[in-house]
């Protein structure tokens, strides 16, 4: 069966740090990934997704970015935080056919981010 | 995108059905109507999708209008771990981006 990990659960920056939030995917190949990000009272908003190794498409201009370095592995990234960047950061998969009809997307634990 | 509308929200006595009604009147030709949860501080969940025909999973049966300009979630037999915000999507076969609407927060009365 398919899990997806994200690590931190938690985090707790100043204003200015860098920032690498990590996802990974277990036991499916070649998914697309997404990094959504809910801040507080609001709707999921996508940042960013990907259909392969190095192609990330970027949904809204913002402070941060991301990589795909291996297959099942996506990282969000930032060099400089802002407070604006606080919420909950979301990692999520879908897999072309493992549901007999378009794609559902399965998403991770997430993380929560304090930026101070 | 197609634009869906849902209540803002709803409330449901335990162990009874639940249904959750979604309009999209622009739902274009190959759209799928899928529906996630969000429970309190966790990720959304996939519940339930489907493009003409009425759906069943262990979860929850969706309604599709023979129109298709609306839909219902349906929960059978509702629990307290039910209460969460549902939200009712539209995705364009090909288009790999869910955008997420307010959804509807249901809440269950013991």
């Not at chain 1, 899990?3 to 931190?8: A, E, G, K, L, V």
């Not at chain 1, 609001?42 to 809204?60: A, D, H, K, N, T």
């Not at chain 1, 979301?90 to 929560?112: D, H, I, M, N």
Request: charged residues 15%; glycine residues 8%.
């Amino acid at each position: 069966s398919q899990t997806i990990h994200q690590w931190p659960a938690t985090l707790v920056q100043p204003v200015g740090s860098p920032l690498s939030l990590e996802c990974t995917v277990e036991g499916t190949s070649n998914p697309n990934l997404y990094w959504y990000r809910q801040a507080a009272g609001r709707g999921l908003q996508l940042l960013f997704y990907s259909v392969g190794i190095g192609q990330i498409s970027s949904e809204v201009p913002q402070n941060l970015s991301a990589s795909r370095p291996q297959d099942r592995q996506f990282i969000l990234s930032s060099k400089k935080l802002l407070l604006s960047d606080s919420g909950f950061y979301l990692c999520a998969w879908s897999v072309l056919g493992l549901t007999p009809s378009g794609r559902a997307q399965f998403f991770g634990p997430g993380t929560r981010l304090t930026v101070l | 995108d197609a634009k869906t509308t849902q209540p803002n929200s709803m409330e449901s006595n335990e162990e009874e059905p639940v249904h959750l009604p979604c309009n999209h009147s622009t739902i274009s030709g190959t759209d799928y109507i899928h529906w996630y949860r969000q429970l309190p501080s966790q990720g959304p969940e996939y519940v339930i999708h489907g493009l003409t025909s009425n759906v069943n999973n262990r979860m929850a049966s969706l309604a599709i209008a023979e129109d298709r300009k609306s839909s219902t979630l349906i929960l059978h037999r509702a629990t307290l771990r039910d209460a969460a915000v549902y939200y009712c999507i539209l995705l364009n076969f090909g288009n790999e981006k869910l955008t997420f609407g307010t959804g509807t927060r249901l809440t269950i009365i013991p």
